[in-house]
């Protein structure tokens, strides 16, 4: 059985009967994103349909799809002539992203400050309280550190939910699943510096639940600010060598 049938077979029986069948090119798009994501597929390295189908188990056409899916959210580089590719990474470019994320997500905060409810108040505190006790987890810890990076998007995630724009809130993860890139790639590295995230996230977590607006906002730029210091330094040991 293929990985793809396997996970057909799962999405019928057991918990998979109760959520919507997995499509091979689904199934695709999913491990492809995740790989890119992960950095286990290169910045830059070429995405041959074939190769793809082959890695995934899967038919050329599903390929296809995945990829031009992944092209749509900048995941993947469509070239003319040809093929596909995975996107470069550059200090110029996570530059940009960060202050691009920046904006989007303190306005979203900004806003969701302002729409507050107790139910958005329980659940930032409780998405705090479940990142707070998750190791992050670097190569010399061993172990893979997706843990930590679904709990942190949760986080990320539930200080946006109420600002009132869908958009906004897809925007904001876009930038998030471009920023995992560059964390994973740097994570590579033997050399990156320890950093005390959970008071990061505490000082965001306690303003926003505070409504001192100007101050959560704060505390949320200089962690992002944080994490690109790190992440440039990271990207020019690389360069270096």
């Not at 070239?79 to 989007?104: A, D, I, M, N």
């Not at 303190?106 to 409810?117: D, G, H, M, P, V």
Request: proline fraction near 2%; glycine fraction near 4%.
């Amino acid at each position: 059985m293929t990985l793809v049938d396997q996970a057909l077979a799962e999405s019928k029986t057991g918990e998979g009967s109760r959520a919507e069948k997995v499509t091979t090119a689904t199934f695709v798009y999913q491990h492809l994103r995740r790989d890119i994501l992960k950095g286990e597929l290169k910045p830059g390295q070429k995405l041959q349909i074939d190769q793809v189908a082959a890695r995934y188990s899967a038919g050329t056409n599903p390929v296809r799809e995945a990829l031009n899916r992944l092209s749509s959210e900048r995941l993947v580089d469509r070239h003319e002539q040809r093929g596909f590719s995975v996107p470069q990474l550059s200090l110029e470019s996570l530059r940009e992203l960060v202050k691009t994320h920046c904006w989007l997500e303190a306005k979203a905060l900004e806003e969701s400050i302002a729409n507050r409810t107790q139910a958005w108040e329980d659940n930032v505190i409780l998405t705090y309280h479940r990142l707070s006790r998750t190791k992050v987890r670097l190569p010399e810890d061993g172990g893979d550190n997706s843990e930590w990076e679904i709990k942190h998007r949760a986080f990320h995630n539930a200080l946006i939910a109420a600002c009132g724009s869908s958009l906004l809130i897809n925007y904001c993860n876009e930038m998030m699943d471009h920023a995992e890139r560059y964390r994973y790639i740097s994570m590579i590295i033997a050399t990156t510096p320890r950093r005390d995230s959970n008071e990061e996230h505490r000082l965001i977590m306690e303003a926003t639940i505070d409504g001192n607006v100007e101050l959560a906002k704060e505390h949320l730029v200089s962690q992002y600010q944080t994490t690109l210091r790190l992440l440039e330094e990271q990207l020019e040991i690389v360069g270096a060598a």
